[in-house]
């Protein structure tokens, strides 16, 4: 979306300053999206995706995109694409009502402190554990708004690649 500045006089046209790109998402699955700093066997899951991980996305779609067109010179193209997106201003406005899903399970899982390369055991061991899990469903649309930049059209581009935020699969 382009904000358009007040005419100062009427001999001056009316130029575009700050361009905005705001992208509708409409979720149709559950997604989990855990701090960095969770354990593996518990976490709370975000209600939103973070910015992070929306600039992660960008930068994704983007290396598979176009990295292969860009892999005689990539560390110099990387460098540039990270920076712009890496300071993109991203603001979000989630859906009207979310609805979480919290799970706990008992589950056995391989002990992770055993030594796998033992050959003289018989089986690796298992431990019983208690792990919580949670999925988080928007009930209607995520509206992404990303701050003024003058790559707009590439935002368009990489955002219609993005189908998923958060642990693929969920």
Do not use: H
């Amino acid at each position: 979306r382009v904000t358009m500045p007040k005419r100062l006089s009427k001999t001056e046209p009316i130029q575009p300053t700050n361009s905005w790109l705001t992208v509708s998402y409409q979720p149709v699955s559950l997604f989990s999206l855990k701090r960095y700093d969770a354990t593996s066997m518990a976490a709370r899951s975000n209600l939103v995706p973070t910015p992070y991980a929306i600039k992660m996305a960008l930068l994704k779609v983007l290396i598979e995109g176009e990295g292969k067109n860009n892999f005689r010179n990539f560390d110099v193209w990387i460098q540039q694409e990270f920076l712009w997106i890496r300071d993109l201003q991203i603001y979000i406005q989630p859906s009207e009502q979310i609805v979480v899903n919290r799970n706990g399970y008992k589950l056995r899982y391989y002990d992770q402190t055993a030594d796998k390369a033992d050959k003289s055991k018989p089986t690796v061991p298992m431990q019983d554990g208690f792990v919580f899990r949670e999925w988080v469903y928007l009930e209607g649309n995520l509206e992404i708004c990303c701050g003024s930049s003058d790559r707009l059209t590439d935002l368009e581009q990489l955002f219609a690649q993005i189908n998923y935020f958060g642990k693929r699969g969920c």
